[in-house]
């Protein structure tokens, strides 16, 4: 049986009180929400934090307020209230779609928002366990000099492997980070950084408490994630796409986010500025496609090859849009994702 | 080999903990290093929960956690004072199998029989927030328990045969 | 009884979580062993230091390979395991030191102060390196450099068959290896008994094997010890072979005299593996313009990782079970398996017969297509017949390979599908054939291969005792039905204790489909007995002669008066006061082979043959190679359904494993660049990485039983959990080809791999994907024998005089 090794946990009631348990334990201390990516991690000893900072028994941050103009969503909010509640598959389907294709419907129950985006980053070198590490000397996400991935690389080449932030950027998400020294507000694009060990901008005395929304009205999104199984698998690959579309169909504002191919969402801006102003015609589609899949430059650490992720990229950028075009993709998304979370809003 | 005579005195703290377990509050006394799964069946002797990965990624440990099915194996049991959790052992009541138990025994719904606490409690759950799934809801259900020997049709059959029984049973006590 | 659906006796136990599994047994005092595994694939041990984890609280006991020299290993012809590495580790994660402690936890961070000092030695990753590399010999016993094992047969004179040929195909493919991965992950409890003697709970799929060698390696009679196979919590071959962790905590609980349980996590479950052997083979036959084979030779080169297992017969089942489908006149067969550095290779579900069998149901497809032959047809043409003697001399029994084709082909639709589905749609069909039991044991003796023991008395209930191992195929079950209908009692009424050497007689295990047939037998002559002395008395009480006796509904009665009757518990009572306390045994003893005289002639041979047709639908989406399996059709001729319910499960558990065989599964291992590290890792060992079907995958299946009683199986019965395994990988190829035109001839059949080959076929190229290249080896000579076509008596015409074997070990038996 895997174990967790040992540590101090410490049950918060507030979110300054969590703050002020953080700065005074420094970086060793870790904040916990619904654990399903920290404890396997502490299991396989990738994470081996002293003391664990629950934000489970703190209240007011599970809720969640949709409105046109500004939504707020706590970063306790499970994937499955999500999934589950009807004004996200209408308001905002991507972020929708996202939840409910994480993991399984157990984790999801489990999982939170906060935690889903604050994910790990994860490499087939790294999430493995202590023994397995050592049989290949470590790496350098971990007690490691060598990136497995790309033997010359500087840096750490974990994948972000969240779902839903990609489709939370597609959305324009901000988020608010609090911290016994205060409170800041950033946009999600902004929490990431392109580098597998140091993948948040978000200090280790941070809380994320609030995921923010911006106007709703008038914008469809539509979130595509590759992996191999109906459920358990998390994305070797995903795009969110978002627009605001004019009353005859003419795009006049867009975003696209490649996920799962970087250390971090990749957004595909000039692909998105190609759509403006127009329809999404076929060559409209095929331009925006070719521009948000050269960003894509998937390696060798995740599940599938990785110029086979490479390839698919395209198709799905051409499927989303496609999608948000007001295409009927349920074909598609049944046969590439097994997935019965259909239908763009 | 080397073998030693005297058994050290281990300096483990331990954390203390009330839950409801198949609706019997306890007091539980664990190694607070523990997850749910770990008390379970080692601090209160309830073995039905099965495990086969302890990482999240099979879904034989499942349990009812206040009425929602959670990863026995990702939850700290310093995390359930509090709880209600329900485990396989709590499935019959007043000596009478759970209509689950009652199909998937009679319809091949297991074999070898290690993924099923954990899948009975995942359908049990569904059942008790949609009484009348359909096939693709139940496939969806039961997405995050892998089972090795049946290939599942069997297990969809046993859900959707115990569907009918339990409306049947609500008929009659009406 | 027989023939009806009904709840099986371990039903109500494993749907309240009452079934003990081997890890849920917990102890007074009992300690927890944890292993430490070498980080290295191949290494010698100069030294190992376990002062600093012997010192660390909690810890009691420190053991290394020293304190467990005796080798051991499942076939007496491959006895190169130790419980932990003496002087060499072969693979990552091969064992070389256990700690116990009072617990886990601390076991385990006690691993870490083990000081090991390895020096290390050049990696062997796969055959064609072994080849390359004949030094350093992985193990000193093998054939030759590490080709651990070479077996070559020639029956008939396959180039004059070629010669006869109108056409000639020549094909490679590879099968990826992949694994068992049963649910419950390997665990035992080691205990000294109250009478000092061991008792080993464990899950395993052969009590018996691992018993002896226990008594082996320990050096302890085996009288003295005591195996129970707890209920597996899956097995499908995984849990076969005597475990290193068995002997280990065996060990460590004789010498602190107190429990010591191991409970091993799913990587280290990757580790034991014993899987699906990697294959990559090379399949030339001959065939006559109305498909009627000529000639076959097939080449197969088999990685068997670092130790032998059962790869001796593995290597046999590689080729020799390529007869019992279609006539092949003329059959030459060599295969090789190679040792390297990877965890060993053994028998899953299929042991040793899915590889080939794809290979030859693919190029079988590719025949048809070139001949303008419907592959239902071709097949319908070609296919074995009852009762015949193959080229190898096995001896088929009931046949109902044609009815299987006929009707997977009605119930699919297959002729209006076949060609004709849009693109990115197609069907696929593929055959095979199983054993029914395996017609000989492992290790030579003349002793039965099953045996059951009945006890019944007074207050009515039966107990039944027998040496099978619940693996959840439901052998307790099919064993109390077969004794209830003939005692004319429901299975309630029995009481079965099965899988535990002190109590039941000896059975050899739940491998190779045995148990039904085998056991089941026996179950039968018991019952019979018991029935016997029990009419014996019940006609002297109702004076009507026995043979007018009916055993029914729990009474004995005359079947000329009903009215005339005991009740089953009188009957027993009557039969204890006339014989005095009622037992009886039943035994099995598969019939002798006389056809097969040639050395190696016993493998593959079987009391019955169970044969199996499959039509695959399937959806590509073209642009990803995404493959989606719609639907799926098997027939399989399974002599008779003792119970559908259970059957049908075993049918649809089958091709369950075989479409995660056929899209996903593959036990695979990474190289890391060599100017920077040594390491041979295996990419996924965790149940994330390791792709199996979800229940979101899994298609709809209708299968049909062909029903034929066959005179050798219990009631009529063939097996039915492994052969519908086999024809699902080479349907899935087949299908796929209908779909988007493109030939996967590699397993798994990936989208990475699809988009290759369509990549091909839009390039104008050969539409394919699969191995370009096969080895250059030596074969050795092959052993001749002439087919019974061809005047052949079953023996060799160039066999070496046998001689008595001065190298092989004598088996010690140890008397108490
Ligand atoms: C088998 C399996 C499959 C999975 N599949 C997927 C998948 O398909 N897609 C996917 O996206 N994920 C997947 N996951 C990962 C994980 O379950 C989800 O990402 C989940 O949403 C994480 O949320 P959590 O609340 O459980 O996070 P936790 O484990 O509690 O935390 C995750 C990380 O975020 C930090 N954190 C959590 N909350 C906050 C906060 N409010 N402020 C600051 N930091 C915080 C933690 O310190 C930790 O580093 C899978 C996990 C498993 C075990
Ligand atoms: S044990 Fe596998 S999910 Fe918990
Ligand atoms: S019944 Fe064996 S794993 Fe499901």
């Known amino acids: 049986m895997m174990r967790l090794p040992l540590f101090d946990y410490r049950t918060p009631r507030t979110v300054a009180e969590a703050a002020q348990i953080l700065d005074g334990e420094g970086p060793e201390a870790m904040v916990i929400a619904g654990g399903t990516d920290l404890l396997p991690n502490m299991k396989r000893r990738q994470q081996t934090p002293r003391t664990l900072v629950s934000l489970r028994r703190i209240e007011g941050l599970s809720g969640a307020h949709l409105d046109h103009s500004a939504s707020q969503l706590g970063s306790c909010l499970t994937l499955a209230e999500i999934a589950e509640d009807p004004r996200f598959r209408n308001g905002c389907s991507a972020l929708w779609q996202a939840a409910s294709m994480v993991a399984t419907p157990h984790i999801r129950n489990m999982a939170t928002l906060g935690g889903n985006i604050c994910l790990d980053t994860r490499c087939m070198f790294y999430d493995q366990s202590y023994e397995w590490r050592q049989a290949i000397n470590f790496c350098k996400k971990k007690d490691g000099e060598t990136c497995w991935v790309a033997n010359s690389s500087p840096r750490c080449m974990a994948v972000s492997s969240t779902d839903t932030g990609p489709a939370l950027m597609a959305l324009g998400a901000r988020v608010i980070l609090h911290s016994a020294r205060g409170e800041r507000e950033v946009t999600l694009a902004d929490l990431y950084n392109n580098d597998g060990r140091e993948y948040l901008t978000r200090r280790p005395d941070e809380i994320v408490s609030d995921i923010r929304l911006g106007p709703l009205h008038g914008w469809r999104s539509t979130y595509w994630k590759l992996r191999r199984r109906g459920s358990f698998d998390f994305p070797v690959l995903s795009v969110a796409a978002a627009a605001r579309f004019s009353h005859d169909g003419v795009v006049e504002e867009a975003r696209i986010v490649v996920g799962s191919a970087a250390s971090r969402p990749l957004v595909a801006e000039e692909a998105a500025r190609s759509l403006l102003n127009r329809r999404l015609e076929p060559e409209v589609i095929e331009e925006a496609t070719t521009l948000a899949a050269r960003l894509a430059k998937p390696l060798d650490n995740t599940d599938f090859d990785m110029s086979w992720r490479k390839k698919v990229t395209s198709q799905f950028v051409t499927y989303a849009l496609r999608e948000l075009r007001g295409d009927d993709m349920r074909a598609e998304r049944t046969r590439v994702m097994h997935s019965q979370a259909d239908g763009v809003s | 080999m080397a073998a030693k005579r005297e058994a050290p005195v281990e300096s483990q703290k331990t954390a203390r903990i009330k839950m409801v377990l198949n609706g019997e509050a306890q007091d539980v006394v664990f190694a607070p290093y523990k997850t749910l799964l770990e008390v379970l069946r080692e601090d209160l002797g309830h073995t039905g929960t099965k495990h086969g990965c302890e990482l999240g990624e099979c879904g034989a440990c499942a349990v009812i956690m206040d009425g929602k099915p959670v990863l026995s194996c990702l939850v700290l049991a310093v995390d359930c004072d509090g709880r209600e959790i329900l485990t396989v052992e709590g499935m019959e009541t007043d000596g009478r199998l759970h209509p689950l138990q009652e199909a998937f025994a009679d319809l091949g719904g297991m074999q070898c029989g290690y993924c099923t606490p954990g899948i009975l409690l995942t359908a049990k759950s569904l059942l008790d927030h949609n009484p009348h799934p359909s096939r693709a809801e139940i496939r969806e259900a039961l997405s995050g328990n892998l089972c090795r020997c049946t290939g599942y049709l069997q297990i969809f059959d046993a859900v959707e045969a115990a569907m009918v029984e339990i409306a049947k049973r609500g008929e009659t006590t009406k | ?633 098997n027939t399989h001729d399974l002599g008779r359904a003792l119970n559908p319910v259970l059957a049908r499960g075993q049918v649809e558990g089958s091709i369950y494993m075989g479409l995660g065989e056929a899209l996903m599964e593959e036990q695979d291992y990474r190289r890391l660049p060599s100017r920077l590290s040594h390491a041979l890792v295996h990419k996924f060992p965790s149940m994330l990485d390791y792709k199996t079907i979800t229940s979101l995958d899994m298609p709809e299946i209708v299968t049909e039983f062909i029903e034929g009683p066959d005179a050798r199986g219990p009631f009529g019965a063939k097996e039915c959990g492994q052969g519908p395994l086999l024809p699902v990988m080479p349907a899935v190829a087949n299908a796929i080809y209908d779909a988007v035109g493109v030939r996967i001839d590699e397993v798994p059949m990936t989208p990475e791999k699809i988009v290759r080959a369509l990549a091909e076929k839009k390039a104008g190229r050969a539409p394919r994907y699969g191995p370009d290249h096969f080895p250059e080896m030596s074969w050795g000579e092959p052993l001749r024998v002439p087919p019974p076509w061809d005047g052949g008596d079953g023996r060799a015409i160039n066999e070496p005089p046998r001689q008595p074997k001065p190298s092989r070990e004598k088996e010690k038996v140890l008397t108490p």
Request: proline letters at 6%.
């Open chain 3, 1 to 633: 009884m027989i023939g009806h659906a009904r709840r099986r006796v371990d039903a109500r136990g494993k749907v309240t979580g009452q079934t003990i599994y081997a890890d849920d047994i917990s102890l007074p005092r009992m300690a927890y062993c944890k292993l430490l595994r070498s980080p290295h694939p191949h290494a010698r041990i100069r030294s190992i230091d376990t002062s600093r984890a012997l010192a660390h609280p909690g810890v009691y006991l420190v053991l290394t390979g020293k304190d467990l020299p005796i080798k051991y290993g499942i076939l007496p012809v491959s006895q190169d395991e130790t419980p932990l590495c003496v002087d060499r580790v072969r693979h990552v994660g091969d064992p070389v030191a256990a700690v116990i402690a009072r617990e886990e936890l601390t076991a385990a961070d006690a691993l870490e102060l083990i000081e090991v000092d390895y020096e290390i030695l050049p990696t062997i990753a796969d055959p064609e390196e072994a080849l390359a590399n004949p030094e350093p010999r992985i193990h000193d016993y093998s054939e030759e450099g590490n080709i651990h094992k070479r077996v070559a047969f020639e029956f008939g004179d396959v180039d004059k068959g070629f010669a006869e040929a109108d056409e000639i195909f020549e094909d490679t493919f590879f099968f990826q290896g992949n694994t068992h991965l049963p649910m419950e992950q390997h665990a035992s409890v080691a205990v000294r008994d109250r009478e000092g003697k061991l008792t080993l709970y464990t899950s395993t799929q052969t009590p018996h094997y691992l018993h002896r060698a226990l008594s082996k390696v320990l050096e302890m009679p085996a009288g003295h010890i005591r195996v129970v196979a707890t209920p597996c919590g899956g097995g499908f071959g995984g849990k076969s072979d005597p475990f290193n962790h068995e002997f280990v905590v065996s060990k460590a609980a004789l010498m602190l005299g107190r429990p010591v349980k191991i409970s091993l996590t799913r990587e280290e479950v990757f580790y034991c593996h014993r899987g699906r052997h990697p294959m990559l083979m090379k399949f030339r036959t001959g065939v006559k313009k109305d498909g009627t084979i000529t000639a076959m030779h097939l080449q197969n080169v088999i990685d068997g990782g670092a130790y032998g297992s059962y790869g001796v017969a593995s290597t046999f089942y590689g080729g020799t079970l390529q007869t019992t489908t279609y006539h092949i006149p003329k059959y030459r067969y060599q295969g090789a398996r190679f040792f390297t550095n990877k965890p060993p290779c053994g028998p899953k579900r299929g042991h040793g017969t899915p590889q080939p069998r794809f290979g030859q149901e693919v190029q079988i497809d590719k025949i048809a297509e070139k001949l303008k032959i419907d592959p239902a047809e071709l097949r319908l043409r070609i296919a074995v017949k009852p009762n015949e003697l193959t080229a190898n001399f096995l001896q088929l029994g009931t046949v109902g390979l044609e009815q299987c084709i006929r009707r997977v082909v009605a119930i699919s639709g297959w002729k209006d599908k076949f060609r004709k589905l849009p693109e990115g749609r197609g069907v696929g069909l593929a055959c095979s054939c199983y054993l029914t039991g395996a017609g000989l044991s492992i290790y030579w003796n003349a002793m039965p291969h099953s045996g059951i023991q009945l006890k019944l008395d007074r207050s009515g209930c039966v107990t039944l005792f027998a040496g099978t191992t619940e693996i959840g195929q439901g052998s307790d079950d099919v064993l109390a039905a077969m004794v209830a209908e003939v005692l004319g009692i429901k299975t309630f009424d029995i009481r079965v204790y099965s899988g535990d050497t002190d109590l039941g007689p000896v059975d050899l295990g739940s491998y190779s489909s045995r148990v039904t047939l085998m056991a089941g037998n026996a179950a039968i002559q018991a019952a019979e007995r018991a029935k016997a002395m029990m009419a014996e008395a019940v006609a002297d009480k109702l004076e009507v002669p026995k043979e007018r006796l009916r055993f029914a509904d729990s009474a004995v009665f005359d079947a000329a008066a009903p009215e005339k009757r005991v009740t089953f518990v009188e009957a027993i009572c009557l039969a204890e006061a006339r014989f005095g306390t009622i037992g009886t045994v039943g035994s099995y003893t598969p019939p002798k082979f006389p056809a097969a005289k040639y050395k190696g002639g016993g493998v593959g041979t079987s009391p019955a043959y169970t044969f199996s047709a499959t039509v695959v639908e399937v959806d590509v989406d073209t642009a990803t190679g995404l493959v989606r399996v719609a639907k799926l059709w």
